[in-house]
Structure formats: structure tokens, C-alpha cells
């Protein structure tokens, strides 16, 4: 009973999830697409929360919902409006965007087929895997993952330092005519 | 010494689906109606209490006609909205249009289903509840901004860019005053975080570390949810009526629903996450008296607790004036996200000493 329910739900998810991310890359309104781009990200979270991965179906929907698409949308918003149709694709873009795509599903179909996946048995995976999460987080021994954790926190600040150093205001000073840049924003 | 057991109806649900299919069926769709009754009528309830709340703090009556005090004012507004013409403007992207009210009222649906309303009140207990309601908020900034994009109208454009700008960035503060309360329980469950608090709530039991991220907390949701004195997205002397000027009849129910049901759910989550939620008043130790107090039933607690915060909010509308734009930008970016950092900051060292009061662990 318990699979047959899992089995239609995995399958709806997946048709789901294929059928929205063709129509992300053949909706000509950009903002249409960026939607239907919300709903591959929403179906994928479906799976790993199929899978047992909670946390990381959350994660994902906050990160790539809340975040991502709606950063989209604001920058979207900023540049166009609701009358503007995307180009039509000439024949050498719409060849070339196959090509890649057909290569890139070959090279990953190959892939996937040739990896051998460890399978957990029922049972052996965690009731609550937050709290698993949290310690492979902070673990700084040879299983943990501290080191990238903290490595992306360096690239993240680093990423937000720029921003705020290409968001800011410079002004040219009249004394000695040096770029001097503003310390507050007015 | 109770033990506070949490059933919840997903429980019973996956229960009943060992040994039926249509059972489960049945516990879902119960839930299901339960939450569109539960809704209708909260809205229908805080409309109300808005209007008479409003018309006596400015020495009115508020709604007097229809019914005993005006009680029936709303079911008749209510029943005017739905019959109203439903609008989409011309040359409009009519999808998204549609769209948009449904993204927001979902947004504010699934929040609602990890609220726990008393111990055996609660429709899923999962178990990243708070990254849960953080995630799932997303979807109300998406309806806000695509409402007021798909409209093809200024007004609308600029208040859905104000709604995003906005959300956005006190999402972050709200965010930090979450952790606080994250970090003091150990948990991200909710009926965990509410069970943390049997000892005491978490808004005074940890020398004043809770009280700044309530405050912190309550300032950014009020924001979140574009309250006054945060209503810029949709202040009528300057836009009409901002992201929702084009909507009408049906669709704009959904976007007023949805308003007053996140002005719910943020009195909610505050009293779950800073006032312990159904838990009854404790003091550590004092064991007659938090007897005394579980006479009270746990639902009352939370209905009460919700109901104050409610009324509070109510409270800012009218005693602050409106912030402009950079003021607004300037309260998140240079005193509450600073404040926010520095007393996630203290909480921790807070909790890794166990400095605050009636240490559980």
C-alpha cells in the first residue's frame, strides 16, 4: 500500500519536474519561465523529501525559492515588461542549444548509469538527520565537513564585501581630484 | 508533572494508513476542511476586531449596523467581494495574474499547517519546522512580487519592488531572532522548541538575550508582513493601492485574506517561539503553582497569547506613522541586523554556559 502510494507520487513529481523544466527553456515571456523554474525546484524538494531528506528539501526550497527565483524575478522586474516577448531563436542558436543539450544528457546519462550507488537499507537511514547534519558540519575530523563549511563562508563574505564595494557611491574629490569613495550612503 | 504528549493529525493519518488507504483519505481531507473553515473564519474574525480596535482607538464605534455591534458587517462585506466583477486588466499576462493571489495564499496556508494550536491541535509536527516556515514564506514574496509585475500597472509595479525590497531584507533580522530561539532549545521542531519552554518562557529566562530577539523578531515580521507602520508596498496616498491596484472581486479577497491570516501566524510563531506557545505559565520549581496553572488548558494559553500580540499589532497601526522608503532600509540594514548579529552572538555564549535561568540540559 505504503509503495504503491510512493511509487505514483515519485512518478507524478518526476513528469512534473520534466514537464515544467522544457517548458522553463521554451516559454518566450521571461518571467513565465522563471515561475515554471519554480516549480522544477518545488518538484525536485518533493523528492528529497521522498527520500528522507528532509532538511535538504527545505534548504532547498528556501534557498532556491525564497532566494534564487525571487532574486530573479526582482532583477527581471527591473528590466522588462509584461509586453516584451524573448526573441525567436535563429537556426544556428537553436542547433547549437541542442547540441549541448543532447551532449550534456548523453555525458550524464553515461554517468549516472556507470556509477554504482550504495543502497541503505530500510531502517538503516536516521529518524532525524538534522542533527546529523549539524555534527558532520562542525566535525573537523577526516569525515567532517568544517573545512568547505568554513570555506564557503569566506567566499560568501567575500562575495557580499564586493557587492557593497560595486554598490557604493564614489565621488571625486575637488582638492586633489583623487576617486575618493563616500563612507556613508546617502 | 505533565508530560505534554503531541499527537498530531499526519500521525493518525500515516496510522490509519496501515490498515486502510481511504481512512488516511479521510483524516487528510479532514484537515483539509478544518483549515479552509478555520481560515474563512479567522479571517471573517480579524477583519472584524481590526475595524472595532481601529474605530476606538480613534474615539468611533467602528461597524454598528448589521448585527449585534456590526458582528454580520464582514460576512456581508464578504459575500459583496465574492459576488464583485473579477478584473484582468488588458494586455496583462493573465497566467501570473491568476497566478499570484494563489502563491500568496499558499505561502500563508503552509505555515499554518506546522502551527501547533495546543498539544493535540497540530496538523504535521515536522521536524525542520523553523526552516520549514522560512522556506515556505518564500512563496508569499513571489505571489507579492508577480502580482504586481503581471498587472502591467506602475502603481503596482513600484509597491510589488517596495513588498520585495522590503520582505527581503527584514527576512534577515527576522531570521537571526529565529536562531536565538533555535540555539536555546537545541531544536528546529516546533513542539519542541514549545516543550523547551515547560521550565519557563524564553522571551524572560535568559537575561534579556530573549526580550531583544522577540522585540527584534516582532519588528521584522511586522515588516514581513507589511503592516503599519511598514505598509509602504501598498500606502494608499502614494500608490493607489500598491501590488493589489488592479485586482478585484475573488483575487483580491485572496491577497486581503492572506494579509490578515499572516497577521495571525505572526502573532503565532511570536508566542510559540517567545511566550511558549500552548505552554501554560511556568516558574521552575514552583511546582504548586504551575499546577495551579495547568488548569488553564493549553489551547486557551495559546489562543490568549495569540490574541494579545494580535491586539498589539493592531496597537503599532495606530500609534506609528508611516516610515519612508530609506528610513526603512536604514532601521533593517543599520540597527536591527547589527542588534541581531551581536545577540545571536550572546546567546550562544548564553547557552554554551547555561547561563540563563532553570537550566533543563
Known amino acids: 500500500m505504503n509503495e504503491a502510494i510512493l511509487t505514483v507520487l515519485f512518478y507524478s513529481f518526476a513528469a512534473f519536474s520534466v514537464l515544467l523544466a522544457l517548458a522553463v527553456v521554451t516559454s518566450r515571456r521571461i518571467l513565465r519561465a522563471a515561475v515554471y523554474l519554480m516549480g522544477v525546484l518545488v518538484s525536485s524538494a518533493a523528492l528529497f523529501l521522498m527520500l528522507g531528506a528532509e532538511f535538504l528539501a527545505g534548504v532547498q526550497i528556501l534557498v532556491y525559492v525564497g532566494g534564487i527565483v525571487v532574486l530573479l524575478v526582482f532583477a527581471v522586474m527591473l528590466t522588462r515588461s509584461v509586453e516584451l516577448l524573448e526573441d525567436r531563436p535563429s537556426m544556428i542558436r537553436k542547433l547549437t542549444g541542442f547540441l549541448a543539450a543532447g551532449s550534456f544528457f548523453a555525458v550524464s546519462v553515461a554517468v549516472l548509469s556507470m556509477t554504482q550507488f550504495p543502497v541503505l537499507r530500510d531502517g538503516a537511514r536516521p529518524d532525524s538527520n538534522v542533527a546529523a547534519i549539524g555534527r558532520k558540519l562542525l566535525d573537523y575530523g577526516p569525515e567532517g565537513y568544517v573545512l568547505p563549511f568554513e570555506v564557503i563562508s569566506l567566499l560568501l563574505l567575500s562575495a557580499v564585501i564586493g557587492g557593497i564595494v560595486i554598490a557604493r557611491k564614489t565621488a571625486v574629490s575637488r582638492a586633489t581630484g583623487d576617486v575618493e569613495i563616500m563612507t556613508e550612503i546617502q | ?361
Open chain 2, 1 to 361: 508533572m505533565n508530560t505534554w504528549e503531541v499527537t498530531t493529525l499526519a500521525e493518525r493519518s500515516a496510522e490509519a494508513l496501515s490498515s486502510s488507504f481511504w481512512g488516511a483519505a479521510g483524516y487528510l481531507g479532514l484537515a483539509m476542511l478544518g483549515m479552509a473553515g478555520f481560515v474563512a473564519v479567522l479571517g471573517m474574525v480579524l477583519i472584524y476586531a481590526e475595524r472595532k480596535v481601529a474605530g476606538h482607538f480613534q474615539c468611533r464605534l467602528g461597524p454598528m449596523r448589521v448585527g449585534w455591534h456590526g458582528t454580520l458587517q464582514t460576512v456581508a462585506d464578504t459575500v459583496k467581494l465574492l459576488l464583485k466583477e473579477d478584473i484582468v486588466p488588458y494586455q496583462a499576462d493573465k497566467m501570473l495574474h491568476i497566478l499570484a493571489p494563489l502563491l500568496m495564499f499558499i505561502g500563508t496556508i503552509l505555515v499554518l499547517l506546522v502551527l501547533p494550536f495546543s498539544p493535540i491541535v497540530q496538523v504535521a509536527d515536522v521536524n525542520i519546522g523553523v526552516v520549514y516556515i522560512t522556506a515556505v514564506s518564500g512563496f508569499s514574496v513571489l505571489g507579492i512580487l508577480l502580482g504586481g509585475w503581471s498587472s502591467n500597472n506602475k502603481w503596482s509595479l513600484i509597491g510589488a519592488m517596495r513588498a520585495g525590497a522590503q520582505i527581503i531584507s527584514y527576512e534577515v533580522s527576522a531570521t537571526l531572532a529565529l536562531l536565538v530561539v533555535v540555539l536555546f532549545s537545541g531544536s528546529l521542531q516546533l513542539s519542541e522548541i514549545v516543550r523547551s519552554q515547560a521550565e519557563g518562557w524564553w522571551i524572560w529566562r535568559a537575561h534579556g538575550v530573549g526580550i531583544v530577539a522577540f522585540l527584534i523578531f516582532f519588528i521584522a515580521s511586522t515588516a514581513e508582513i507589511n503592516r503599519t507602520p511598514f505598509d509602504m508596498p501598498e500606502g494608499e496616498s502614494e500608490l493607489t493601492a500598491g501590488f493589489h491596484t488592479e485586482y478585484s472581486g475573488l483575487r483580491f479577497a485572496f491577497f486581503f485574506l492572506a494579509e490578515f491570516i499572516n497577521m495571525f501566524l505572526v502573532a503565532a510563531l511570536t508566542s510559540t517561539l517567545f511566550l511558549g506557545g500552548w505552554m501554560p505559565f511556568h516558574i521552575g520549581g514552583f511546582e504548586n503553582f504551575n499546577a495551579l496553572m495547568d488548569l488553564i488548558p493549553a489551547g486557551l494559553w495559546f489562543t490568549g497569547k495569540t490574541a494579545f500580540l494580535v491586539f498589539v499589532l493592531m496597537w503599532f497601526r495606530w500609534s506609528f506613522p508611516r516610515l519612508r522608503v530609506d528610513q526603512l532600509m536604514r532601521l533593517e540594514w543599520k540597527i536591527l541586523l547589527p542588534i541581531g548579529l551581536v545577540n545571536l552572538f550572546v546567546a550562544a555564549v548564553v547557552v554554551l554556559y547555561g547561563l540563563y535561568f532553570f537550566p533543563v540540559r
